[in-house]
């Protein structure tokens, strides 16, 4: 469901459909985004605290965390999430995805809404993200987050993971944190580890199931 500061109301239906009032062209209209079905429960899992997804190259992971990383920005104002990949260079692809997926006029303006010499993301709500890299296991750690989002986690060490988590103070005892995952042998312990865990969630992504590249090129 959605309600829009331009006046509407209504909400998407199971085939994605709009239903509700048609808002006027302005910033107050909605803005609708592509997602692959298979992305859909990673999105919207917000019961669980730990969620997981795993797939191959290509499957849309990357992007899904995009997109709920943006939804944690909508309805947790005030608050501040970090962006954690193995390296800046890796994390910037989120970057790149929530620059691409968020409305303009939902950032604050010029460098106090998007600042890549800090490195910042700010909405017009309050909410923060920042980009943090694991190269390093101490660069990690954040002035204290609501929620994390972990990018090629299977590249990310162990400390490096603690680090980050350990800063996730904001939010007290509901902190959350989203994960993406290429499969790969040494993901093992920590995919069992999720699995067992009440509070984590795994969910698969397969390269064909993304919609948005070329099966042909699968398939050659």
């Known amino acids: 469901k959605n309600r829009g500061h331009g006046g509407y109301d209504g909400y998407f239906d199971s085939a994605g459909r709009w239903t509700g009032d048609c808002p006027e062209p302005g910033p107050g209209r909605i803005h609708i985004v592509d997602v692959a079905a298979q992305q859909w429960p990673y999105v919207y899992d917000f019961q669980h605290r730990l969620v997981l997804a795993e797939g191959g190259r290509r499957s849309g992971k990357s992007f899904a965390l995009t997109s709920k990383a943006a939804l944690c920005m909508l309805h947790m104002p005030w608050t501040r999430g970090v962006l954690l990949g193995p390296t800046y260079r890796q994390i910037r692809n989120v970057w790149g995805h929530l620059r ?115 099966h042909e090129l699968f398939s050659f």
């Open 100 to 214: 691409r997926l968020v409305p303009r006029h939902w950032f604050l303006p010029g460098t106090l809404g998007v600042n890549p010499t800090n490195k910042t993301m700010r909405f017009v709500d309050g909410a923060e993200a920042v980009l943090l890299h694991a190269f390093r296991d101490d660069a990690a750690r954040s002035e204290g987050s609501s929620w994390g989002g972990y990018d090629e986690r299977q590249d990310i060490s162990e400390m490096a993971a603690a680090n980050a988590m350990l800063s996730t103070s904001e939010a007290g005892a509901d902190f959350m944190i989203f994960e993406t995952a290429t499969i790969k042998p040494g993901l093992r312990d920590h995919h069992d580890r999720v699995e067992d865990s009440p509070h984590g969630a795994i969910y698969r992504m397969t390269s064909r199931g993304n919609p948005f590249v070329s």
